[in-house]
């Protein structure tokens, strides 16, 4: 039986908002002194869309120093960027060539983040959740806290260590995603059928954890109403 150990990280596109605190870094912050654990920078993640090299290294860092400022303790939890360990992405190979097509077709982010013409779209946005599966396989780690977006990832990431066991022995645990059910899907502020992103061109849909009180009520004040009903679909 192995033992517990938590992994999950965030992709250095922009300034952390209150979608990414409340959903995923919140409880990272709880459960780091409970299981031990690991949170990266997945800024390979994040080339799968064009990111300028000078801002992306910018990113990196302040989303290092953004972890400790929300409370991750740098003495006992290893932080780093995923391009500084290569493995990473070696295992994603091996893992992308037991990964059926079919199962990747299936997932919605990319069917979402590569628009009307899908031809065009890089294979690297595609073959994501495979690296994400490598991100998470590659220290057997088993639970995964995320935002309810990131879920399906999980699961993908959790047939992928099924079928690489079937076909070369019992390696890789299962992984489990854990979401927070208050906050596993915060809306953005000017359209409340999407969830808040930092990579959303409107800086009016989101909540920044740097922005000031002031700035913070203007965006409230501003903020589309949902429709009456809506928010059952997510009960
Ligand atoms: P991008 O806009 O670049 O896709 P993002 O703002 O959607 O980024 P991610 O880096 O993809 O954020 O996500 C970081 C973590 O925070 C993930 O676990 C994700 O599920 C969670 N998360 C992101 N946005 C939200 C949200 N609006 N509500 C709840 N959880 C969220
Ligand atoms: N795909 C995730 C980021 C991510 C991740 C991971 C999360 C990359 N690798 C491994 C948990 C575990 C996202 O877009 N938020």
Redesign the pocket.
Known sequence: MNAKLIF???????D??????????KNWVKMQHQTKSMFCV?DM??IT?WQDPIQLKKNTLKLIATYIACGLDYKIIPMYPQSMVPEHTELSWILGCLTPVGWLNRMT?FKS?SGSEKDKAGLGLYAYPVLMAADILIYKANIV???????QHVELARDIAGAFNRAYGDYFPLPNAV?NKQ??????LRDPLN??????TSDGS?INLTDSDDLIAAKIKKAVIPAAGFGTRFL
Do not use: C
């Not at 999950?8 to 922009?14: F, K, M, N, R």
């Not at 969830?195 to 959303?200: F, G, L, V, W, Y």
């Open positions: 999950s990280g965030i992709q250095p596109t922009g952390i908002n209150i979608g990414g605190y409340l959903g995923a870094i997945v993640h994040a869309v982010q983040k806290p995320v935002g309810e977006d990131q879920t979401i906050t596993m899907r915060i809306m953005s969830k808040m992103s930092k990579s959303d989101r």
